[in-house]
Nanobody
Framework: QVQLVESGGGSVQAGGSVILSCVVS????????MGWFRQAPGKEREGVAA????????YYADSVKGRFTISRDDAKNTLYLQMNSAKPEDTAMYYC?????????????????????WGQGTQVSVSS
């Protein structure tokens, strides 16, 4: 059974930082494109960042470039999202995503329809 379990969300003030983690089990994590998506109330789910196996190429949405960093520890089957200089518009539910075909690992991060497996999400709230 494939499981993606996120943690690390919470409340942060604008300008602050937060780190999200996603532990993956039951899945060939080390060979898969992995990513983070987010969904704010009343909005569609959007790609935030994605990373190929071996961390050889990372992709970011324009809205988070220079502020967010995606990384992975393949020995621990864990994906991370470092969020710096947080803004109120970053407030959303953040989801870990696995895509064995690599479709989301592209410029601007691929569509949510290409994601094979999802985590349950972790809430991030940024106050001004």
């Amino acid at each position: 059974q494939v499981q993606l379990v996120e943690s690390g969300g919470g409340s942060v003030q604008a300008g602050g930082s937060v780190i999200l983690s996603c532990v993956v089990s039951g899945y060939t994590y080390s060979r898969s494109c992995m990513g983070w998506f987010r969904q704010a109330p009343g909005k569609e789910r959007e790609g935030v960042a994605a990373l190929f196996p071996g961390s050889r190429s990372a992709y970011y949405a324009d809205s988070v470039k220079g502020r967010f960093t995606i990384s992975r520890d393949d020995a621990k089957n864990t994906l991370y999202l470092q969020m710096n200089s947080a803004k109120p518009e970053d407030t959303a539910m953040y989801y870990c995503a696995a895509d064995p075909l690599g479709s989301i690992c592209r410029s601007g991060v691929g569509p949510s329809s290409r994601v094979r497996y999802w985590g349950q999400g972790t809430q991030v709230s940024v106050s001004s």
